[in-house]
């Protein structure tokens, strides 16, 4: 930590975002590219989005839920400019190679080859453009058999390996958040800060590709390697930890569910004589470690059941915290809307939208010596005028590309 809370309120220096003056050219859609690009922005770049006339991204037409935009573009898209083009033209074109100019960074996420169609591949800009940083996000990579496979989030969920470890034993669970898009969203930002710190040594850019499989089975890495060389995979254990027990949900008397989770000998007497008030379990063979807990689970599972079928779940996490044993609320979305940790660290904010203010949090990772570049949803095609303007377009030159269906 950075000593007390109080670090938070005092900047130490005045300085502006690492990323500030750099400008991030985004060619993207859907979740993994705007997720990168948001979080480039917020470090302070320049990120202007690309966006097809009239529909634009069609992440804004997934759902209407905030206040009548939709909430995964309203998550992914704040702090950006909106800039429409239709790159089937040649204006665009020449639009798209002004921008590119001054660019140090391309983010895409097209259809598979499709920016290679355009000249907008590693090599067709590297020439022109040596500081140019090309990094293209795709669901399986640009060879090989599944190249051009389209990888929606739940398919390379499934690619991936995810849904033989997630749900039941009877019936696999895709993750209720976009998490192979996400895990490639973030694979790509961090791919992006190294080649910006490569650059400053080498004074070129360089191409990143990164693909959803990819990104996804990193993070696959522990049942992975559970099933190393032909080993049982973990099986499929709903809200449980797969081989460490008692790792999960159970239930309060007053019907509410908790998370618990024992790591070592050490809690697991503490929660045996603290707890459930039955220290003779310590010494039960079926439970003398974590691997026999784990295979004797579920009588276990019923032993601790009815002891916490006894106690509300105030009692319970009372019980939880006195004996040092770690737990958690199982929150829905209401909850965590109003969790008062988020509340104390001042994560919650506002920022403008189409639609008018909304509600957001703060990215993670807060730093004494800037702010964070937060600013507004933007609105399709929004910024095209004020980024014309910039490339040195005219007023009537901006109408005529208008009049034209250009941008």
Known sequence: MCGTDAWRDIPMTDLPPPLDGLLVIALEHAIAAPLCTRQLAE????????????????????????????????????????????????????????????????VQNLAPNAAARMGLSFTDLHETHPRLIVCNITGYGDSGPYASKKAYDLLVQAEAG?????????????????????????????????????RQRSGLGSCIDISMLEAMVEWMGFPLYYAYKGGTAPVRSGADHASIYPYGVFRSGDDKLLMLGIQNHREWVSFCRDVLDNESLTSDQRFASNSARSESREQLQALIQQQFDKWSAVEIVKRLD??????????????????????????????????????????????????????????????????????????????????????
């Open 43 to 106: 470090l302070g770049a320049r990120v202007v989005k690309i966006e097809r006339r009239r529909q634009g991204d069609f992440a804004r037409h997934y759902d209407s839920r905030v206040n009548n935009l939709s909430s995964h573009f309203v998550w992914t898209n704040r702090s950006k400019e909106s800039l429409t083009l239709d790159l089937k033209q040649d204006e665009a074109t020449k639009v798209l190679g002004r921008l590119l100019a001054d660019a140090d960074v391309l």
């Open 162 to 198: 995810f849904l033989s470890v997630t749900g039941t034993p009877d019936q696999p669970v895709k993750s209720g958040i976009s998490i192979a898009d996400i895990a490639a969203g973030m694979q790509a930002h961090s791919a992006i800060l190294a080649a910006l710190l490569q």
């Open 322 to 407: 006195a004996a040092q044993i770690a737990n958690a609320n199982a929150n829905d979305m209401a909850a965590v809307w109003d969790h008062p940790q988020l509340r104390a660290l001042k994560r919650y904010i506002e920022v403008d939208s189409p639609a008018g203010p909304v509600s957001a949090l703060q990215p993670p990772g807060h730093n004494n010596s800037y702010d964070p570049a937060i600013s507004a949803v933007p609105d399709l095609g929004q910024h095209t005028d004020s980024i014309l303007t910039g490339l040195g377009y005219s007023t009537e030159q901006i109408s005529q590309l208008k009049s034209a269906g250009v941008v």
